[in-house]
């Protein structure tokens, strides 16, 4: 009789690597590990390697950057996605990419169940849960480290009665997770939202008080809302995000403290830092500011805060994500010029955009020789724009002045 197989999303991990001998304990099934490169500072081989001498039966390595880069991190860029205005989603966004490599690799192996090392208090369950869902519900998913009852110290036993190597004289108070678009680090001190996060939680930027004293100037250019080149050189998208972490990350920028609401619903402390993003988001909504009408920009802001949710909570793989993809991408194609972004002491601030599709006409905006701008015409338009406020106003004097006051009440 052919064993059944689980398909794991492996990290290399503590939690992962106990997952591979309890799953083939308490599930009886081979495991296949996977692990999806999205941009994490890891030896790949060598988690590959640890897979096998956990004891999964095969372990796959996808490359999947570029992937990352132009299927998720770019919808979420044109879609301006910041979750509660201020995180820009790298964890969530590569949760469903990950899940559509294991959902790939499942077919391939003929396995009946996807697995993940996903505690029951976190958002990422969620959204591998129903990532998985979303592109094969015939898939059954399994959490192992939902259904263990074991603590750190207990796993760590665990992994030493299996012969599983891990690097326990190395653990940290904090747990981190890193990616092309940002890095994500939660728990020890962190856990208290009154203290100020210390100096060593941060792996990508410079305190900006150590930043250097000179600022730096990067521009980014964009064609229909896609960053194409940095300084004037033409990079792979994946590539200009690497680069721009690294200038940015250097000028203190993009260091992010948050107190999210998560999926499950508590409030959690999360401290990230996403350099690129924030150069790139603010870049590309000054670009937009530029080249979109009013009303336009007025109801994408309400697309795009519904767009960050529904990445926050898992919700990739539905017809309501790609909908307002379709929307994001039909305001895009005027979205093309030239962003220049001043970098010091943990700031990114516009300095400079043009355009060749601008609305912002000289001739109309200044206030100098050569203005265009008809101003007679502007007693006419504030009268009829005021006319409901006016008649409003008018209607509500009148009225007050005819009522007859109220008899006083008997005694």
Excluded at 231 to 247: A, H, K, S
Excluded at 325 to 331: E, G, I, L, N
């Amino acid at each position: 009789m052919t064993k059944s197989k689980v398909v794991l999303a492996y990290s290399g991990g503590l939690d992962t690597s106990v997952a591979i001998p309890w799953l083939k304990e308490a599930k009886g099934t081979d495991v296949v590990a996977v692990t999806v490169d999205v941009g994490q500072p890891v030896d790949l081989e060598r988690v590959r390697q640890k897979a096998l001498a956990s004891g999964a039966a095969s372990a796959y390595v996808a490359d999947a950057r570029a992937e990352f880069a132009r299927e998720f991190i770019l919808p979420a860029l044109r879609a301006n996605a910041l979750y509660e205005g201020v995180y820009p989603l790298s964890t969530a966004l590569a949760r469903p990419l990950i899940a559509r490599h294991l959902v790939e690799v499942a077919r391939k192996e003929g396995a009946q169940f996807v697995a993940h090392g996903c505690t029951g208090k976190g958002n990422d369950q969620v959204r591998f849960d129903l990532s998985t869902t979303g592109l094969a519900p015939d898939l059954e998913v399994v959490a192992p480290a939902r259904e263990w009852d074991m603590n750190r110290e207990e796993e760590i036993a665990y992994a030493a009665a299996h012969q599983v190597a891990v690097d326990a004289t190395k653990s940290s108070p904090y747990s981190t997770d890193e990616n092309l678009w940002g890095r994500s680090v939660e728990c020890g001190i962190l856990e208290d939202p009154s203290v100020e996060p210390p100096e060593e939680v941060y792996g990508w930027t410079t305190s900006p008080a150590a930043a250097p004293e000179t600022p730096a100037y990067v521009t980014v250019t964009f064609e229909e809302g896609v960053p194409v080149a940095l300084g004037g050189r033409d990079l792979p998208l994946q590539d200009l995000i690497v680069e721009l972490n690294r200038t940015a990350g250097a000028h203190g920028v993009g260091r992010i403290d948050h107190l999210e609401s998560r999926v499950v619903g508590i409030k959690s402390r999360e401290v990230y830092e996403c350099p690129a993003a924030v150069v790139l988001i603010a870049a590309h909504q000054a670009l937009e500011a530029l080249v979109l009408p009013r009303d336009l920009l007025d109801f994408k802001r309400t697309v795009e805060q519904r767009y960050s949710q529904l990445i926050y909570d898992g919700l990739w793989f539905t017809p309501l994500r790609e909908s307002l993809d379709a929307f994001v991408a039909a305001t895009q194609p005027r979205v093309s010029g030239e962003v220049a972004v001043k970098l010091f002491k943990g700031s990114a601030r516009i300095v400079g955009r043009r355009s060749p599709h601008a609305l912002y006409q000289p001739a109309l905006a200044t206030y100098s020789s050569g203005d265009q701008y008809r101003r007679q015409m502007a007693e006419g338009f504030i009268y009829v724009w005021g006319l409901p406020a006016r008649t409003w106003a008018a209607v509500g004097t009148r009225a007050a002045s005819t009522l007859t006051p109220a008899p006083p009440p008997r005694p």
